[in-house]
């Protein structure tokens, strides 16, 4: 069974920085990729950034050049540093791995979600 821990949402000032990881485990997984999502009140769920396991990257247009992605491939973890955050950046945030256990189909698995609030 794979589980995804995710950390780091909170409440912020807008222009201030959050750092949210989402750590992921299970017995033989293989991972192809990472990222982030986020779901406003109201709205549907985003892709917010990704990141492959040949450190291919992808962004939202709306975070690029405030939002930098990253992983830790030895302890199968991904990192979302958010800088500059702005009001319309709060949302739900959700950790995503794709990958495959013990070889077998490859799926999408989720994270419980971090709530991240920018108020002042």
């Known amino acids: 069974q794979v589980q995804l821990v995710e950390s780091g949402g909170g409440l912020v000032q807008p222009g201030g920085s959050l750092r949210l990881s989402c750590a992921a485990s299970g017995s033989a997984f293989s991972i192809r990729a990472m990222g982030w999502y986020r779901q406003a009140p109201g709205k549907e769920r985003e892709l917010v950034a990704a990141?492959?396991?040949?450190?291919?990257?992808n962004y939202a247009d709306s975070v690029k050049g405030r939002f930098t992605i990253s992983r830790d491939s030895a302890k199968n973890t991904v990192y979302l540093q958010m800088n500059s955050l702005k009001s319309e950046d709060t949302g739900v945030y959700y950790c995503n791995v794709r990958g495959s256990q013990y070889f077998r189909k490859v799926v999408d698995y989720w994270g419980q979600g971090t709530q991240v609030t920018v108020s002042s």
């Open positions: 990141i492959t396991n040949s450190d291919n990257t």
